[in-house]
């Protein structure tokens, strides 16, 4: 039984300081720690923060550290495990986006080798992860959380592991569809995985993601070693808010002098005259043009003006 005093743990008769809390995330929104001791050279770590790429290389034989990891089991003797936990826990106040980058270098050809999990173990509450995905004799295996407490798997054999020794973009989008149940999209290079998935959260659970390569121990024959590579974790809010412009400084208030404008400021309005409607002739107009008349006379002889004489009729002579 331990008690807490001032900070301090009592174990027994002893007064020790408990573990220190995990670091912070980084700016990416997603850190990782090891919750158990990796079996030795079982993870390599280059870079730091954002720019950490992560190795895992499980060999056979390598019994993770976890409590259990070393006790038979209903399905093995053992179980062989190198994982890192995220630092914290997942937030469904509004739709998440997990990314990361992977490629699987060597092996991840026996039985369910897992290498991703949304995870609701606690100290109080030793439930099912709600989703985990891994390579079950070289083809990709999505398995979710159901109600009854049993991950129900579903195989998707057109996606082989041969396919995935270089990098992949992943993408994760989580969000909580009621107070049990969670909606999960998995995208593979911008294409959605299947239909979206729905898994079953437990109450007591606190969901955290997990990755890193955990199997089945195997006494009949020896596990071939698996590699994979982990890179570009980043944590973000689905539908991040739009970034609102910032106000400037308030405008500094006018003078009395300044509130009339000067004379020679004001400017008359410009008169516009209305311009004329122009008329748009839709088809053209054939326009008649008056052509010279000419008139031609035929004779055998000039044509000599006639000689015109008056008549006076009356009883006297014309003097």
């Known amino acids: 039984m ?18 220190p809390p995990p ?3 980084p700016a990416s929104g997603i850190g990782f720690f090891s919750s158990c001791v ?9 870079g730091k923060g954002d720019e950490s790429l992560y ?6 034989k390598d019994i993770g550290g976890c409590e259990g990891d070393s006790q038979a089991g209903k399905t093995a003797p053992y179980l062989e495990r190198a994982e890192l936990s995220q630092q914290g826990n997942l937030d469904f106040s509004e739709p998440q986006e997990l990314k990361f980058d992977a490629r699987f270098r060597h092996g991840f050809i026996g039985k369910q080798e897992s290498f991703f999990h949304i995870q609701n173990i606690t100290s109080i509450c030793p439930a099912e992860p709600s989703m985990v995905i891994n ?14 407490g049993i991950l129900k798997p579903k195989r998707f054999p057109d996606f082989k592991v041969d396919e995935f020794r270089s990098w992949k973009s992943w993408k994760i989008h989580i969000a909580q569809k009621s107070k049990f149940v969670l909606s999960i999209d998995v995208l593979l290079e911008g294409e959605r995985i299947g239909r979206r998935h729905f898994a079953y959260r437990p109450e007591c659970g606190a969901p955290y993601v997990n990755f890193g390569i955990r199997r089945l121990g195997n006494t009949r024959d020896s596990n071939e070693t698996s590699i994979a590579q982990f890179r570009k974790f980043s944590l ?7 970034k609102v412009m910032a106000k400037g400084p308030p405008l500094r208030k006018l003078v009395e002098s300044e509130l009339k404008d ?3 400021m004001i400017k008359r309005p410009k008169v516009v005259k209305p311009m004329e409607p122009i008329v748009k002739i839709k088809e053209p107009v054939n326009i008649a043009v008056p052509s010279k008349l000419t008139i031609i006379r035929k004779a055998s002889k000039p044509v000599v003006p006639p000689e015109f004489s008056i008549t006076h009729k009356s009883s006297t002579p014309l003097k």
């Not at 009592?10 to 408990?18: A, Q």
């Not at 990796?38 to 993870?43: E, K, Q, V, W």
């Not at 190795?55 to 056979?60: A, E, G, I, M, Y």
């Not at 390579?135 to 009854?148: A, D, N, V």
């Open 38 to 46: 990796n079996p030795p050279g079982a993870l390599v770590i280059k």
């Open 55 to 60: 190795t895992v290389t499980l060999k056979d």
């Open 23 to 25: 670091p912070p995330p």
């Open 2 to 19: 331990a008690l807490i005093i001032s900070g301090l743990v009592l174990v027994g008769c002893k007064l020790v300081e408990p573990p």
């Open 236 to 242: 973000k809010p689905l539908n991040p808010p739009k």
């Open 262 to 264: 000067p004379p020679m």
């Open 135 to 148: 390579w079950h004799k070289g083809q990709l295996e999505i398995s979710t959380l159901q109600e009854s």
